[in-house]
């Protein structure tokens, strides 16, 4: 079994965002991109989304330990 470390998750979630947000590429582009699954590619976007959320406070203002 491949053990992913932390940091190379929260990597790949990075380079979703870049492809999806930034690069307009679809799920399975990004999927095809990244040589992973679309499950994966939508866990790390959806996971990447709600880091966003609890980041932003309610007026929008980011938090200080939002990297926390």
């Known amino acids: 079994m491949r053990r992913w470390g932390r940091a190379r998750v929260d990597a790949r979630k ?31 976007w959806r996971l990447a989304k709600l880091w966003m959320l609890r980041a932003l406070g309610p007026g929008g203002e980011v938090h200080e330990n939002a990297g926390a």
């Open 14 to 44: 990075g380079q979703v965002v870049e492809l999806r947000f930034f690069g307009g590429l679809s799920v399975e582009e990004t999927a095809q991109a990244l040589h992973i699954s679309e499950e994966s590619v939508m866990r790390d």
